[in-house]
């Protein structure tokens, strides 16, 4: 079980990030508490996506600060917040199509030195996602949208990261495969993970999440537990369709 | 036809192709990783020849037998270190920055080492010639009316032979996965944990060393030697990446082939024919085949 015992996983503090003349964030400041998931949900363009390409050192901060487990981290290199424990499924899956989906596992547990530990997560891997397994020696390309989700997913479970950035995992899937995504999101957290959870599907994240944040143009506009949130009216009309 | 595909068109071929594919890998490597047209790689050749050159000579002044391998090895280190360097000192900079910048300064970085070797006394402008014989006596060999020399059966299976363990690094070895991971999707690489810079560091050394490679055997099988030597097989293995698929490292092999034969047998019917084969493949493959050979397009799945 995860360890919810109240103690922040990741602060972010003030942080502002432009592209070239456009402000994208506009000074946002959010924490994640160990063990929970918590979820950035908004619009196409409020700057979700910019904020956990930050996080995990794709993007330079221009100001503001991140901090992981009391460290800061703010515009370290990827590799390093990588190894440092916490890992980032990109928007659009962002799989390696010409490696097997095998290869695609292996890099994922590119900073795992220990042959042991990464057989080991592989078969967790695996038991989680029993298509990869069958599918294993295919290159990734061939797989259909849905099995590179859990590819990508299951790639970011090759680390021994604690917190999981998860970028629109439902995008392009199928109703069911909708579902099914976000039981392993849950999953994934009851194992101990924490997980940040970025999604246009407002209704499903808000379902699994225990804390939400509401993202506008840049800015956090209301943001408390996934349930109040879900219930607020401006939520609900502009973001659950109600 | 029997005088012009003969089987001494074909040697010819397969020896010339094998030197092209020795740089053309090197230019696919470095732009699959960094998307840059690297225009100073052929003088990473250049640099082989000059660093073989030397050894050799050397050696000869010591009245010692050099050995091939030795030679060879020192050749692969000196390509190896200048693209290093280069990489290190005149890309690396500019790896955020819009990609023409790089692509000026990679002109920029050939013609420094082409004018900085020239005007170095021991290098100098003028053609020298290349002491092959000091490295291995020659031998010639008579199949039917071909003559096939010992140093091109050198050049071919040490080109052969640098092929293998590249494609063996490439497709099975750890590193090798990461550049093929880093050249699919960068960003997603870093993702991995991977160190994007010592990625780009081991594919410009190796792609350095096959050209330094390439350039010792292009010494001992045609032997003259100059700081401008890397500019036109330079232009022709790019062209024979592009035919290949620019990215693609088989592409490359086959490009370069394909490059070898057409330029001999073109030499065959017409020496002015032979050597603009070269430049009217490459605007055929951008109007009809842009991506090449073996080049994929990319399309994303939903």
New interface residues.
């Given amino acids: 079980m995860p360890k919810k015992d109240g103690s922040v996983i990741l602060e972010v503090k003030d942080l502002i990030v432009s592209y070239g003349a456009i402000k994208a964030l506009k000074g946002i400041s959010f924490t994640v508490k160990s063990g929970e998931i918590v979820t950035l949900i908004g619009a196409n363009g409020a700057g979700k996506t910019t904020t956990l390409r930050t996080i ?3 993007l330079r901060a221009e100001e503001g600060h991140i901090f992981y487990m009391g460290d800061e981290i703010t515009n370290k ?3 390093k917040i ?2 440092m424990g916490i ?2 499924v ?1 928007e ?1 899956r ?6 097997t989906v095998r ?1 695609n596992l ?3 547990a ?2 795992l030195r220990d042959k042991k530990l990464k057989q080991d997560k592989m078969e967790a891997v695996f038991e989680l996602f029993p298509r990869l397994k069958e599918r294993q020696k295919q290159s990734a ?1 061939t ?3 849905g099995e ?1 989700q859990m590819l990508a997913v299951g ?1 970011a479970l090759m ?1 021994e990261a604690q917190l999981v950035l998860l970028d629109e995992p439902s995008m ?1 899937l199928a109703p069911m495969l909708v579902e099914e995504i976000f039981k392993v999101i849950t999953e994934i957290n009851e194992e101990g993970k924490t997980i940040l959870l970025v999604e246009q599907n407002a209704e499903m994240a808000l379902q699994i999440a225990d804390y939400a944040y509401v993202l506008e143009v840049g800015n956090i506009t209301i943001e408390g537990n996934a349930k109040e949130v879900a219930a607020n009216p401006k939520v609900k009309e502009a973001y659950l369709g109600a | 036809m029997g005088s012009i595909f003969n089987l001494q068109q074909i040697i010819n071929g397969i020896q010339i192709g094998s030197i092209y594919a020795l740089i053309s890998i090197g230019y696919t490597l470095v732009y699959g990783i960094i998307q840059l047209i690297n225009f100073a790689h052929g003088d990473f050749y250049m640099v082989g020849a000059y660093a073989a050159y030397f050894a050799v000579m050397f050696s000869a002044a010591r009245k010692e037998h050099p050995n091939v391998l030795i030679v060879l090895l020192i050749s692969m280190t000196a390509g190896a270190i200048v693209a290093f360097l280069s990489n290190r000192i005149a890309y690396r900079p500019l790896r955020y920055k819009p990609r023409l910048s790089a692509l000026i300064t990679a002109i920029g970085v050939s013609m420094f080492l082409e004018y900085t070797s020239s005007a170095i006394p021991a290098i100098g402008p003028s053609y020298r010639a290349f002491p092959q014989s000091a490295l291995i006596p020659e031998h010639t060999y008579k199949i039917g009316h071909a003559i096939l020399s010992n140093y091109q059966i050198v050049n071919v299976s040490v080109a052969v032979v640098l092929m293998v363990v590249l494609t063996y690094i490439v497709q099975y070895t ?1 590193i090798g ?2 550049m ?2 880093s050249a ?2 960068k ?10 810079e010592y990625i780009i560091d081991f594919t410009f050394i190796i792609g350095g060393a096959l050209a330094g490679a390439a350039g010792l055997l292009t010494g001992i099988t045609y032997p003259r030697i100059n700081p401008y030597m890397g500019i036109i097989p330079g232009l022709k293995a790019f062209i024979a990446a592009v035919l290949g698929g620019i990215g693609s490292v088989p592409g490359a092999m086959l490009g370069s082939y394909i490059l070898g034969f057409s330029e001999v047998f073109g030499m065959a019917i017409n020496s002015i024919l032979g050597e603009g084969i070269a430049y009217a493949i490459l605007i055929l493959v951008l109007i009809f085949l842009p991506q090449g050979l073996l080049g994929k397009k ?1 399309g ?3």
Avoid: C, N, Y
Wanted: aromatic share 4%.
């Fill in positions: 995990s050192g794709l290199q990827p590799h990588v190894q890992t980032h990109p659009g962002r799989i390696f199509p010409d490696l290869e292996e890099m994922g590119w900073t390309g797989l259909s949208g590179q790639r680390t392009g | 750890r996965m990461a093929r991971a699919q999707d960003d997603a690489a870093r993702l991995m944990g991977i160190d994007i990319t994303e799945k939903v």
